[in-house]
């Protein structure tokens, strides 16, 4: 699951990036939106899908991809972008969740929180209502711990009054039912892939952005040091990739223009 702040930006990338092995349909639906709020008709639009197909190595002619275009961009007409860019937490709210008890139980609170701005604010009458499974809650609230540990976490927060959980148990459901948003902002969060660690970060925890792709992340050793840490692991590793192809580059090049140099000074003599 990816929950997008702008899906304007989402099919730039896209169509810079040309790939469709992952999640194709939602790629394809994105990028016919972009094209229709860019004031593309439909037929125009769908035939941006296929060049956009094609530029990624598939064969647009065969029907599966016929049939993926035809229904994204059906379903582009229906669903307007995602346009929010950031929810803003305020300085009230981050005072209730402070009075938690449990730095795990604040870190859950404040990615519920989250959670309940991002889906209010893409969805007309949500009212504070959340449709996550489970595990991804955890995953995007960066808790990992057993799971009576988690069942504590929800009693913590229901006792609190924080949330409610719905009568009929059969639904994947929590109903956050606190916030203040006429307080000043305290924090803003325009990045839902680690919301429990925008929390720690935001709190003075040893935490860093990723200067590539802007995930925050836990300090190596959970420790501070003098050198600020620049990248997430991932990216550490396409960097390095990255300089080493660029230095490698640079060096033959600078061979080669060596070489051209001597040549025509050979040439000279
Ligand atoms: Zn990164």
Redesign the pocket.
Known sequence: MRLSVNEHNDAEAYLEEKDLKNDAFDKLRVIARYYIDNDYNIDEVKEQLRVFVANCGENYTLNVWHDMIEAAAKRAKKTPAILIDYVSVTEPEMEVIAKIKGIRARRFAFTLLCLKKYYNAIRENNNGWICVKHSELMRLANIKISLDGQAELYRVLIDAGLIELPDKLNRVAIHVTFDDIEGKEAVRVDDFRSIGNQYMMATGGPYYR??????V?RMPGGKKRTKPYK??????I?VKTRQSIESVMKKYYKDVEDIDVKISRTQVL
């Open positions: 990723c200067h590539e792709c802007g995930l992340v990248y997430c692991k991932e990216c550490a396409k």
